[in-house]
């Protein structure tokens, strides 16, 4: 069963595996955007696509850059465990915007350019720095961010700091140093 709004308009014959999936073209506001169905077993029924996965197709679709809200990249860097209960979405062009999928609701919002120029792993870090605030930035979470990231992605830091706002500098630049990362 189909979520409200949504119909089937075709297969995609190229695309196999142990998931049939199907394009689903979803009807808001006079535009139509894309997801991919999956079907599991008769017991489960139809599975919608991720919000992940309708943003990404709506970012193709419409050239725009995304990068997770600053509460989301906490938590996908293990910073927090709170997750966010609304889906949102940095984007570099759009206006806010609302889109409603079944159940679902994903909010795209405009961000300052400056705040989405860095790299993306820059970016994912400072919005994640910004959501815990000056504050609440401990040398544990600076550990486990220099043990979680790369040591090619945390230089790249230090190009990204001109980005940043002034009270994130020193904790990017600790984050990036080389040596150990205890």
């Keep these: 069963m189909l979520p409200s709004g ?8 190229e695309l196999s595996g142990a998931f ?5 073209c979803l009807s808001h506001r006079q535009r139509s955007e894309f ?10 029924g139809e599975l919608s696509a991720t919000s992940d ?9 419409d050239g725009i850059h995304l990068h997770p809200s600053e509460a989301a990249a906490a938590n996908l860097l293990n910073l927090s ?9 940095q984007t570099n062009r759009q206006r806010r915007r609302v889109l409603k999928v079944g159940q679902r609701t994903i909010d795209f919002r405009q961000r300052s350019p400056r705040k989405l120029a860095a790299s993306q792993t820059g970016t994912l870090v400072m919005a994640a720095l910004r959501s815990l605030g000056p504050r609440h ?18 230089r790249r830091l230090l190009k990204d700091l001109r980005f940043a706002p002034a009270w994130m500098h020193s904790y990017l630049r600790t984050i990036a140093r080389d040596g150990d990362t205890n």
């Design 53 to 61: 996965a309708i943003a990404a197709a709506i970012a193709r679709r």
């Design 6 to 13: 949504m119909k089937l308009t075709e297969k995609i014959p």
């Design 137 to 154: 930035v401990t040398p544990t979470r600076i550990a486990h961010l220099r043990k979680l990231l790369p040591r090619k992605q945390r």
């Design 81 to 89: 465990e709170q997750v966010p209960a609304r889906i949102a979405y």
């Design 35 to 44: 997801q991919k169905a999956k079907s599991t077993r008769q017991e489960l």
């Design 20 to 24: 049939q999936k199907t394009l689903i």
